[in-house]
């Protein structure tokens, strides 16, 4: 498996619900992002969240980072459906300056 | 602020023909990349650029080439086009090197379909 997983793969909530998706990497890391994509656009960088991080809040979103289970959750606050979107996390590695993308998840936030 | 501007959209091309993607930004970015998208294997890197002049090899790089005759724009060619390479591309920028915690600007993408 690759770097950067993402859990669950698909997410149904209802409007005003949190919503939670967990992001799993394989080896040491110098920060990670989260980048959402509405169906058909490109990419939108959400967070980035450095190694020596533990949480870190933008609106209503909040990312931690726990680097010793390698693992980083997004949660959502009081969902919109304009939350619809996938959501990608991206773990970057100095060494070899490689950012490895996971598979996504695909959030449903019903109105 | 246009951003990060790819063409065209969508494009069909049949076994063996060649095309290219173009890539452009207005950002005045140094750092430039070309992903591709499939279905459940998130976006993996085929070249990217650190500067005008310059080009790498990403993880996926066969059947690509890049060029960056200049800042604005990085062009992606597919030489002789295979079905393998059916896809969503992707092209993004950055301000600085991703080991400076800069984040990626990204264009909308194209469709290709080999057929």
């Known amino acids: 498996s690759q770097q950067g997983e993402e859990d669950p793969q698909a997410l149904s909530i209802q409007e005003g619900e949190n919503a939670t998706m967990n992001c799993s990497y394989k080896?040491?890391?110098?920060?990670l992002q989260w980048y959402r994509q509405n169906s058909g656009r490109g990419l939108v960088h959400l967070i980035l969240?450095?190694?020596?991080?533990r949480e870190k809040h933008s609106g209503r979103l909040r990312v931690t980072l726990d680097t010793s289970k390698k693992s980083s959750s997004l949660l959502i606050t009081a969902s919109r459906a304009a939350d619809t979107a996938s959501y990608f996390c991206?773990?970057?590695?100095?060494?070899?300056?490689?950012?490895?993308f996971g598979g996504g998840t695909r959030v449903l936030v019903k109105p | 602020n246009a951003g990060v501007t790819q063409t065209p959209k969508f494009r069909v091309l049949k076994t063996g023909q060649s095309m290219t993607l173009l890539c452009a930004q207005d950002?005045?970015?140094?750092?430039m990349y070309w992903y591709r998208q499939d279905p459940g294997m998130g976006l993996r890197l085929i070249h990217y650029?650190?500067?005008?002049?310059?080009?790498a090899k990403g993880e996926v790089p066969d059947g690509y080439n890049v060029s960056r005759s200049t800042t604005e724009d990085f062009p992606l060619r597919l030489l002789s086009a295979a079905p393998s390479q059916t896809s969503v591309y992707f092209c993004?920028?950055?301000?600085?090197?991703?080991?400076?915690?800069?984040?990626?600007?990204f264009g909308n993408g194209t469709r290709l379909t080999v057929t």
């Open positions: 993004a920028s950055s301000i600085e090197t991703l080991a400076m915690n800069s984040p990626l600007h």
């Open positions: 080896t040491s890391i110098n920060n």
């Open positions: 969240i450095r190694s020596n991080e």
């Open positions: 991206a773990a970057f590695k100095a060494a070899g300056n490689k950012l490895t």
């Open positions: 950002m005045n970015h140094e750092y």
């Open positions: 650029s650190v500067g005008e002049g310059t080009t």
